[in-house]
């Protein structure tokens, strides 16, 4: 009897140690992909650092031969959101195809760089497009969901600025600015402001958003 009394509190705390084990950003890639990237950020203002992953699907059936005869991995990329806490981190949210792959055709230019950030505890996907622009969304962690709260674009010709979009989508505001000179090589332009409301019933998820190719903004 003493025995057994001697047992029991050591696999009690064996089955509290497991239990407890902390789970590393990789423990939660799904199985058919791999991580692509990984990127580290403050996303609700704890001092830690919480993590994203950008992950990428491993179906051999989407690599293909582009029209250069080369052989590319067309395999979309997906995210994961993950906070940091003491026993490790934990699911946020996810989206397993959201982002189309990098190696799509982008015409006469190179396809948009998919760019991840952190600002202020929000989430930035950013999407780079060299001479053309940027166009940026912004989420924010509420209600258990990541939630796009803004959004912002930049069409740009070179060094000249045509129009810059920004949206507010808590405020319900718009703003648009376009330049007016004509004469404009960059960094001489001059804008004119038009304000306007949007009309939105609910916050995007991020988890919800079936390929952001698709996101057209310009509907609000």
């Keep these: 009897m003493k025995i057994k009394l001697r047992i029991l509190p050591l696999l009690y705390l064996t089955i509290i140690s497991c239990g407890a084990q902390s789970k590393e950003p990789h423990d939660f890639i799904p199985k058919g992909y791999i991580e692509f990237e990984k990127h580290f950020g403050d996303l609700n203002k704890d001092g830690q650092d919480d993590c994203v992953i950008i992950i990428k699907k491993t179906d051999k059936s989407n690599i293909v031969i582009n029209r250069f005869d080369k052989k590319v991995d067309r395999n979309r990329r997906g995210i994961i959101v993950l906070i940091k806490n003491e026993s490790g981190y934990q699911l946020a949210d996810r989206n397993y195809d959201c982002f189309s792959s990098e190696n799509e055709d982008g015409g006469v230019y190179y396809q948009p760089e998919l760019w991840i950030g952190f600002e202020k505890g929000n989430l930035i996907v950013q999407y780079l497009h060299g001479r053309y622009g940027f166009w940026k969304y912004t ?16 069409s740009n010709r070179g060094p000249l600025i045509e129009t810059e979009t920004s949206i507010n989508y808590l405020t319900k505001k718009k703003l648009m600015r376009k330049n007016t000179n004509e004469n404009a090589i960059g960094g001489d332009e001059i804008f004119k402001e038009t304000w306007s409301n949007i009309e939105i019933e609910n916050l995007i998820k991020l988890s919800e958003i079936k390929s952001f190719d698709e996101l057209y903004m310009y509907n609000y």
């Design 139 to 154: 989420f924010r962690f509420q209600d258990s969901n990541f939630k796009l709260i803004g959004y912002d674009s930049s």
